[in-house]
């Protein structure tokens, strides 16, 4: 439950304070200085320029190579930070490497983690396997891990307070003002109603966390690209009647699959049947990107902030569904309706669409 709290409070802090810079691509690399909040998404991203403001990152590998003027939030399966950071870094990851100096609080949960020699934060919050500690520490280090080790040149300057089955592992040399270990009650817990619990599950819960943003994210950005007035009409009839959209729906979802495996029991229809599901899952998916986009504007709505641009939108509605997805049985509950109601929707517009092809003879 703890480390459920912990990604919770990342993620609201991840959310967007509405930047001046989006940009989402494949392979992104940043060369010309960024002058305010920058918001960047992509599968391989490198800052190899400075950045002034806070910077907000998603994609597969991250690279920072450059000094940034503000806090980091980043969310990868690599992150390597080779800039001074002139703020605060949140991060989720499965692995972190900090070559430059942190001079805010370095608040993390990966599944391991090494703060390299000759490096110094400020202040550090961390929940992983594995923590490697070679550089310096000012303040107190709060850690929650596996195995922690403090090597020769390691240094914390304030207090160690970590939640761990093992001993903290301070090599010859290695200095640690103060120390305490706790044990790691939820696991004991655990144990004692012989439940198991496997650190790769939760390296893999966490990376497809990561996925599903990044996943939308990209998604989102190749739809407003190809059509963006269709993103806008999809928002503008969505919720109008949102139990009828509902029903709708529930009817697309239940009676696609039912019609096409009976089409695939008959040599004719077998391949139209193929084809069928196959699009009957990509609509699907679409329609709860849709969801996302739905559910970010009505949030920034109600929290009455500024019109802001789709990607934003979408950013924010990731994020929350993400959030409400934790909240037992009425959080899925919540999801499935929203997804039915984006159904029916977007199943609608693909109808109009088609009966205004006919009708103009373009199909």
């Not at 980043?74 to 949140?90: E, K, L, M, S």
């Not at 009839?237 to 959209?245: I, N, P």
């Not at 695939?264 to 969801?291: D, E, R």
């Not at 990731?318 to 109601?341: D, E, N």
């Amino acid at each position: 439950m703890r480390e459920r709290l912990a990604l919770i409070s990342l993620l609201i802090i991840l959310s967007p304070a509405m930047g001046s810079l989006f940009k989402a691509e494949e392979t992104i690399a940043i060369s010309s200085p960024l002058s305010s909040n920058s918001y960047i998404v992509g599968n391989l991203v490198t800052i190899n320029s400075i950045v002034n403001g806070d910077l907000f990152v998603a994609g597969n590998t991250i690279n920072i190579n450059n000094e940034v003027n503000g806090d980091v939030m980043a969310g990868a399966n690599v992150i390597v930070i080779n800039g001074v950071i002139n703020g605060d870094v949140r991060g989720l990851a499965n692995s972190i490497s900090i070559n430059k100096d942190i001079k805010g609080e370095l608040l993390t949960g990966c599944a391991s983690i090494v703060i390299n020699e000759g490096v110094t934060v400020e202040e550090l919050n961390i929940g992983a396997a594995s923590v490697i500690i070679a550089g310096t520490i000012n303040g107190n280090a709060t850690i929650r891990a596996n195995n922690i080790t403090i090597t020769e040149t390691g240094i914390i300057r304030g207090m160690l307070n970590y939640t761990s089955s093992n001993n903290a592992v301070i090599k010859e040399g290695g200095i640690v003002n103060a120390a305490q270990r706790n044990e790691p009650v939820e696991k004991e817990l655990m144990q004692t109603k012989s439940y198991p619990v496997s650190d790769f599950f939760k390296q893999f819960w966490l990376t497809a966390l990561i996925l599903s943003l990044v996943t939308n994210l990209m998604t989102g950005f190749i739809m407003i690209k190809i059509s963006e007035h269709k993103v806008e009409e999809f928002l503008k009839e969505a919720g109008k009647d949102w139990l009828s959209q509902s029903v709708s729906g529930f009817a697309f979802i239940v009676l696609v699959p039912i019609a096409a495996v009976i089409g695939l029991v008959t040599i004719i229809a077998a391949p139209i049947s193929g084809v069928a599901l196959a699009v009957y899952g990509i609509i699907i998916y679409l329609s709860s990107v849709l969801a996302a986009f739905y559910l970010g504007r009505k949030t920034i709505c109600a929290l009455r902030m500024k019109k802001q641009s789709l990607m934003i939108e979408l950013l924010t509605g990731s994020i929350v569904i993400q959030i409400i997805g934790w909240v037992p049985v009425i959080g899925w509950l919540f999801k499935l309706i929203i997804l039915l109601m984006s159904l029916g929707v977007a199943t609608k517009m693909i109808k109009d669409s088609y009966h205004y092809c006919k009708k103009k003879r373009l199909c």
